[in-house]
């Protein structure tokens, strides 16, 4: 059995607790035993009892605490935070110095299929000009989101020729211009109860090539992140990827 600490206690820790509660094997035993969960009282991570992982789903600026505990514990550290800065990126990488950590902005393996198929495309088309667009749920707090991120990133380290400087624009207004070749259009929307839709169009002379991947719900990424969490606990120290610990690929 993997003793677990979630961080957060919003709709995703609040998931993720539900469906660790329920989890179990073949033989019917548990899988997993909650050590604790935490919200923003973060002095109740600094007291929480040491366990083989933590789960943070929480909001950036938890990140400190998350890192105390990881330090203080050695626990693997599963993260779908987003949001992070680069300065708190590069702290939340350090922490694999002493523990297993993976972080990833998305937990769905088909939106891992997704990164696949949208390096791919952006090899296969050379010159088709590229936008991104995401939909969210209006209690989103960040744009775009981690993994409109991860899509650009995507793009980016296929599309040729390589070591151009390609310019993200994160909307347009007014008199912009012609679409600059170098531009990569990022768009984000905000309503309802989107679990979370991301299209990256491929844009030529006289066609168009469009992916799409749309989340019905949460619980794809909660299945996700256990699962991640069963196959990390007890890994070397090491900073590792969704694709590396699901698919046994090092792809980002």
């Not at 469906?19 to 899988?31: K, V, W, Y």
């Not at 981690?146 to 007014?174: H, I, S, Y």
């Not at 169009?201 to 991947?213: K, M, N, R």
């Not at 992140?225 to 698919?247: K, N």
Request: glycine letters at 10%.
């Amino acid at each position: 059995m993997i003793s677990l600490v979630i961080m957060g206690n919003g709709r995703m820790g609040t998931l993720i607790r539900e469906h660790a509660e329920a989890a179990r094997d073949a033989d019917g035993t548990p899988l997993f035993d909650i050590a604790a969960q935490v919200g923003f009282e973060l002095d109740q991570l600094a007291a929480a009892p040491a366990a083989d992982a933590i789960v943070d789903f929480s909001n950036a600026a938890t990140l400190d605490a998350v890192a105390a505990y990881v330090r203080r514990t050695g626990a693997a550290l599963v993260s779908g935070t987003t949001g992070y800065t680069p300065e708190q990126m590069h702290a939340l990488r350090s922490l694999s110095e002493c523990a297993p950590v993976l972080h990833s902005g998305n937990y769905s393996i088909g939106v891992a299929a997704l990164r696949h198929l949208v390096a791919l495309a952006a090899r296969e088309l050379p010159g088709f000009d590229v936008e991104i667009c995401e939909a969210h749920h209006n209690k989103k707090a960040d744009a775009p989101s981690g993994t409109a991120n991860m899509l650009l990133d995507a793009v980016t380290g296929a599309k040729e020729p390589a070591g151009t400087p390609w310019r993200t624009v994160f909307g347009r207004q007014g008199m912009c211009g012609a679409r600059d070749a170098s531009e990569i259009g990022m768009h984000s929307l905000r309503g309802g109860t989107v679990a979370g839709t991301h299209t990256v169009s491929f844009f030529g002379p006289s066609e168009e090539v469009s992916l799409t991947h749309r989340a019905e719900n949460r619980e794809i990424f909660v299945n996700g992140a256990l699962a991640a969490v069963q196959r990390l606990v007890g890994r070397p120290a090491g900073f590792y990827t969704f694709d590396e610990i699901m698919f046994g690929t090092p792809h980002a």
